[in-house]
């Protein structure tokens, strides 16, 4: 096979993406390839309008074809109430649960000494900005329960603290339908710390 033609320049394009492999890759260009008018051209013009209109909103920094975005648009939805999350992925996952109408700030990750990324990497002064000019009633931290979720949601707690709103974070410990002998030690310590 030609190592720099039209194919092996699709192959690496999608290699690049998380989860696919150059195996992967391989398969899933094959496969575009040979599906050209049901797959591989309604993705061009699906990459291609995504890429025309997708934008990150300037308010929380979520994104959407709207500037601020549906969530922060919605005047239905709580804004005395922000979540903060680490990832669009995690705004959509507590969205998919439907229980929160509040709004959003997505930081854009968590802190991590070993990625190199450090507070200026996330949208914390961003976030700390914002609830100066809105000063909101409650934030909420949803950060991921590792460690470098909680040293993001430490720096967060103590950028924002000196303003008087109420800061509180995702309960931790036993899910839904968990058998106790099923859990690691920190899932049943941490259940136990914060029982209620």
């Not at 669009?88 to 990324?117: K, N, P």
Request: glycine letters at 10%.
């Amino acid at each position: 096979m030609k190592q720099d033609g039209p194919l092996s320049h699709l192959i690496r394009q999608l290699a690049v993406l998380p989860g696919l492999g150059p195996r992967s890759a391989r398969r899933a260009a094959l496969t575009l390839i040979s599906k050209k008018e049901d797959m591989m051209m309604p993705l061009v013009r699906a990459l291609s309008e995504a890429a025309e209109h997708i934008k990150t909103c300037p308010v929380c920094g979520a994104l959407d074809d709207t500037s601020p975005c549906r969530i922060c648009n919605d005047t239905s939805r709580d804004h005395s109430l922000i979540c903060v999350v680490a990832t669009l992925t995690d705004l959509w996952a507590i969205e998919r649960a439907g229980g929160f109408r509040g709004v959003y700030h997505v930081l854009g990750g968590v802190l991590s000494a070993l990625d190199g990324i450090g507070p200026d990497n996330l949208t914390l002064k961003k976030l700390e900005d914002r609830i100066a000019e809105h000063s909101p009633r409650e934030v909420i931290l949803a950060l991921p329960a590792t460690v470098d979720g909680q040293a993001t949601s430490h720096v967060a707690m103590d950028m924002i603290g000196n303003h008087n709103i109420t800061i509180s974070r995702l309960a931790h410990g036993m899910p839904i339908g968990g058998e106790l002998d099923y859990l690691d030690d920190g899932t049943i310590l941490t259940a136990f710390q914060a029982r209620g």
